[in-house]
């Protein structure tokens, strides 16, 4: 991979990458339920189509980096 | 991704965040599933470069979609499983399941894209990650790892819509 050669290059190890990612975001470890009674999940996407703010996009470029 | 550098992965990011949610929640338990996580990771890899018309093997894939591959891989195998999880005259409904596997998914291919940009640029290794808000009445990861418990019992995951939705949230950063 290609993130191999990035690490080297910054002398860092990939465990400490890996530990630095996994400390980089607040993770919830509390489990969710599936679905609702229905298995359609009305409830919790109910009017969210209604409320994306369409006015964004997003230019699709190159990505530099692979792996 | 070779089998060391997956080795390195599932030691330090699978096996870390399922050991998180065994020890933040009762009755649940975790099979060591490294070489099926593997092989499926390879499967959906390749079959992404089939669809995609990636030929050229000396040109990797994008970053997003490693993490798209792996996501499928991790929901697919299943490696956390509920001990409690019973069908009782039909009783069992979409709503007695739980998401823990499509958590465990999201968490470790969301890591795995974190550790590459960090990679890539060591001013990001203090930065916190917060993913965007909503505008509805649950947070991004309770709706993308429910989005995915559904399109998985669908038979639906798209492993090149995964690839897209991790390169918007590439952009967001």
């Known amino acids: 991979m290609k993130i191999l ?7 860092r190890d990939k465990c400490t990458i890996y530990q630095n990612a996994n400390n980089s975001f607040d993770f919830d470890y509390s489990v969710q339920s599936g679905a609702d009674d229905n298995g359609k999940d009305e409830p919790l996407f109910k009017n969210a189509n209604k409320n994306i703010d369409m006015s964004v996009t997003y230019e699709m470029k190159e990505v530099d980096y692979y792996a | 991704m070779r089998r060391d550098d997956f080795n390195d992965f599932y030691e330090n990011t699978i096996k870390r965040h399922a050991q998180l949610f065994l020890e933040n929640n009762k009755g649940y338990n975790f099979h060591e599933s490294a070489d099926r996580i593997y092989e499926e990771y390879l499967n959906q890899k390749t079959l992404m470069r089939l669809v995609l018309e990636k030929n050229n093997i000396n040109q990797l ?6 993490c798209a591959a792996m996501t499928v ?5 299943r490696p956390i499983t509920c001990e409690s999880i019973n069908d009782v005259d039909g009783s069992f409904k979409l709503s007695d399941a739980c998401t823990v596997n499509e958590q465990l998914a999201f968490y470790c291919s969301w890591s ?10 060591a001013s990001t290794e203090k930065k916190k ?5 909503t ?26 819509l995964l690839a897209n939705i991790y390169f918007t949230l590439l952009c967001h950063f």
């Open chain 1, 5 to 11: 050669n990035l690490i080297k290059k910054d002398n």
């Open chain 2, 129 to 133: 990650f917060v993913l965007p808000p």
């Open chain 2, 61 to 66: 894939l994008d970053r997003h979609k490693v």
């Open chain 2, 112 to 121: 795995l894209m974190i550790g590459f940009i960090q990679a890539s640029s």
């Open chain 2, 73 to 77: 891989a991790i929901l697919k195998c």
């Open chain 2, 135 to 160: 505008t509805h009445n649950d947070n991004f990861v309770n709706t993308f790892t429910r989005s995915l418990f559904v399109a998985n019992v669908q038979n639906s995951l798209s492993p090149e």
